[in-house]
């Protein structure tokens, strides 16, 4: 049975959707191919309908999830308090796709780390817009210290097995960031 462009686009995205959270709960080693395509409800057979490989499925579920994931419009101080907050720490799987997956790129493709470079500089300029209006060199300062600031905390914050290090860590990282560029 022949299945709609409709039904074929509405089937990757949910591919894109489980890969991304499984990817970034588990790793990009630690997800199977079929174990994406059998949490999205569909048989191993059906994903070379969408993708070439493995890689190529690391790569599109890396564009597609930061795709999804930016600073928004507006409010950085807002944005700065939910991402450093212990609900995105707790919950990887539906967290930042940088701080989920940005120290296992190394190992991946060319494409795979292309794919990320562009989010990084998308997610720095979106910062950058939603910074006060400084002077340019010092906004993309500001906005680059803050992004690696921020993902470097929710990954320390992530790591360690004590809990009150890690709301230390997230709560000294947003009052950082609020002395220094709110």
Partial sequence: ??????????????????????????????????????????????????????????????????????????????????YLAPGHRDNPGNGCPTAGLAAAIRLQTPAAK????????????????????????ETRRAAIGSWAAMVGAVILARAVDDPDLSDEVLEQTRAWIDAHVG
């Fill in 114 to 137: 292309a794919t990320m470079t562009e989010g990084l500089r998308s997610q720095i300029a979106r910062i950058e817009q939603a910074l006060p209006d400084e002077d340019s060199a």
């Fill in 1 to 82: 049975m022949k299945v709609s462009r409709e039904q074929m686009a509405e089937n990757r995205r949910r591919i894109l959707d489980v890969a991304s959270r499984l990817f970034k709960e588990k790793g990009f080693d630690a997800v199977s191919v079929a174990e994406v395509m059998k949490a999205a409800g569909m048989t191993h057979g059906g994903f070379y309908g969408h993708f070439t490989s493995k890689d190529d499925l690391v790569a599109q579920t890396l564009a597609h999830a930061l795709a999804a994931d930016s600073v928004g419009e507006g409010d950085f101080s807002g944005f700065v308090r939910s």
